[in-house]
């Protein structure tokens, strides 16, 4: 395993992003960037054995910064997905958080991800990214430090730790918002992916895709993934948890998943390339995204793609959305000057 640092570019009025890059004995590598924690790039062989990147970016450091391309890569927080009213209320004192959509508060308010985080320690095969937020930043308690460390190995894991300290006590819902697509081609459409959720219910949602608080089983719908298929199969169907001509955007309740427990949360898997990917989490649910809010054309890419919508998946281990308004939903408080920590692994191989 080795590291490398390179400097990817200027961000306009806030420095410098660099970029680590680890590399495992078998060449294959990640690059993983200052800038939200992100990820850059991951790149894995296919079944011949050559490598190809599987996640969207941009080639231009700058463009990692608009929220309406999607926080491609970024590390979402304090509180990834919504938070209906923008509002919370914990022991009995209401938390004001940005409207940055609708009426709603969208990942952490949108300003968290867009930030150049430290580096913590280097490794040979890990980097750890740290930002602090101050009390009451966005509206959300606590002087609260979040540091990320990133694994690869030489078996193409590529694991993700969250850990959070706050001095008061507070809420948190990191996760990571990569757009896979194992084809390493991104004018292939993820429809053409095989996705496996391990979920039997998902949250329902009003049509501003907001939590509901009752549960939906996925039998006999489009929401279905219980067994591997191409995501491209009903993605279209109408039903009352997809916005019309979005597709997949919804939050999947894992199976009788215990908080803190890793286990695998979904497959992705691309026929022709041979590449899939395993997703592990001791999370107790994953956001299916699809890439249907990113524009239909004209949108930058890396190298001279131009087209997004649906050209990724981005499958966000969280809790479920709006958990800090549910109180049936299962979510663990982020205790003062108590370490709170998350894991979630991408494992990479072929098929
Ligand atoms: C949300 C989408 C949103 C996307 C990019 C996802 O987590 O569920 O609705 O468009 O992030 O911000």
Redesign the pocket.
Known sequence: MSIEKRFFGKLDGKGDVDIYKITNKNGAFVELMTLGAGIHSINVPDRNGKLGDVVLGFDDVNNYLN?DL??QGLV?GRY???IRDAKFSMDGVEYNTPKNQGTWT??GGGRFSFNIWDVKETGNDFVVFSFFSPDMQDGFPGNFTMNVKYTFDDSNTLKIEYFVLSDKKTVANP?N?AYFNLSADSSKTVEDEYLQVNADKFTETDDT?LPTGEFGLVEGTMMDFRTLHKIGDKIDEPFRAIIEG?GY???YCLYDKKLGELTQAAVLYDEASGRQMQVYTDLVGI?V?CG???AKDGNPGKGDSKVTFRRGV?L?TQSY?DSVNHSNFPFKFVEPNKEFKTTTEFRFSVK
């Open positions: 929220p999607g926080y979402v990834a997905n919504r969208l990942h996760t918002h895709q979005i955007d919804n939050n956001q995204y249907g809010w990113l981005a966000e959305p």
